[in-house]
């Protein structure tokens, strides 16, 4: 089967013929339909992460279970599913405590991508910038026929992540302000969650026009494009002078994450979705950390319980409340993988998909 591998940082994705290792107990083996690009893909191509190359990437993922390991109850063949990154064990502290995002098992030791000798790391337990996936069937949730293939890739972690972000990991009630700093596909549905959960205002802040105008269909009441303006001293007028009651950073640069913290309002809350990198740090000033008792709140996958959660998601779609068509801009084969990168790192999309024969 065909998989698109990072053999080095910071170089183009190579098209390869390689196999997948027998199921083990408790994987199923899923036919990928449609996986999305998203921007978390870049920064392993890019920055050093604890995933090393030869490499496959992709985490937003949704296709067909073709067969199931010993053990596995939850899937069978020809079950629609999308799939869940990161560990979903089930037994954990976390994952008993319903805090599964958290869950703190490690993933897989043993290889699932192979090639003779050669063994490829899985981003995340995922890897599905493949043909076929070996997962834990633990992180595959059913999805129903209604629902089209690539939008179920995007609630693998896009759509989830942002509307979780403004109700899971923060409770945004009817007549909050918020803003969201940096509205790609992940930003795009904080601004819709904050919109459903009836904040009063919703300021959608970027640098490229059209992701502004896609905001304002996805439910953003002001535009601010931080390339004409100073986005904080913006965000503070929009809200009587006071800033946000929540500002959410989904670009993950140490000086949008300084600025949500400044564009809170004194007791408001930034939110921390996006991926900085691991050795990048944010200074604050302690007094006024103190003093403003502003938090500072970090969101790993929105703090969502996939299972529970993603079916409550897959409901507002199918009853018209939450756009996911909307946010895929382009399509994108397999073999055209490195030209989505590119429109990723352009701002030409806001979610580019790569769909499966
Ligand atoms: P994206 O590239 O689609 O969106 C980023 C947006 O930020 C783009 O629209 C840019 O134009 C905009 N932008 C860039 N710089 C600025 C700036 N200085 N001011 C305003 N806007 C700016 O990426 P994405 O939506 O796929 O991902 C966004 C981040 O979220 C990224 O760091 C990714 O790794 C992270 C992420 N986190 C989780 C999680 O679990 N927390 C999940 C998925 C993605
Ligand atoms: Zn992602």
């Known amino acids: 089967m065909k998989a698109a591998v990072l053999w080095e940082r910071r170089t183009p994705l190579k098209i390869e013929e390689i196999d997948l290792a027998d199921l083990e107990p408790g994987d199923a083996r899923v036919k990928i339909q449609a996986s999305g690009v998203c921007h978390s893909d870049l920064h392993h191509i890019n920055r050093e992460t604890p995933f090393k190359p030869p490499l496959i990437l992709g985490h937003e993922g949704a296709g067909v279970v073709e067969a199931v390991g010993p053990g596995v109850t939850s899937v069978q063949p020809g079950d629609r599913v999308t799939i869940m990154f990161g560990s979903k064990c089930g037994n954990c502290h976390f994952c008993n405590t319903g805090e599964d995002y958290l869950c703190t098992t490690p993933l897989p030791g043993y290889p699932r991508f192979i090639r003779k000798e050669e063994r490829f790391t899985q981003l995340l337990g995922v890897g599905s910038f493949a043909e076929y996936v070996n997962v834990s069937a633990s992180n595959l949730v059913k999805v129903p026929e209604e629902l089209p293939i690539e939008c179920a890739a995007l609630l693998a972690c896009g759509v989830t992540t942002g509307l979780g972000a403004t109700t899971s990991t923060v409770n945004v009630k009817p007549g909050d302000t918020v803003a969201v700093i940096g509205v790609g596909g992940v930003g795009m549905n904080v601004v819709q969650g904050a919109a459903l959960a009836g904040a009063s205002r919703v300021i959608a802040v970027d640098l490229v026009e059209r992701k502004l105008e896609l905001a304002q269909q996805f439910g953003a009441t002001h535009l601010v494009n931080a390339g004409d303006t100073d986005a904080v001293q913006e965000i503070k007028n929009l809200t009587h002078g006071r800033g946000a009651d929540y500002v959410f950073e989904v670009i993950g640069r140490p000086e949008t994450i300084k600025q949500a913290y400044d564009a809170a309002r004194n007791g408001g809350t930034a939110v921390v ?35 529970a959660d993603i079916p409550r998601y897959i409901d507002l779609y199918l009853d018209g409340r939450i756009k996911i068509d909307q946010l895929i801009s382009r399509r994108f084969k397999l073999e055209q993988v490195n030209e989505a990168f590119d429109a990723l790192k352009a701002g030409e999309v806001a979610r580019g998909v790569i769909m499966y024969e």
């Open 273 to 307: 979705v996006g991926l900085g990198a691991s050795d990048e740090e944010v200074g604050f000033n302690l007094g006024e950390l103190m003093r403003s008792g502003k938090a500072i709140q970090g969101c790993f996958y929105g703090s969502v319980r996939p299972h």
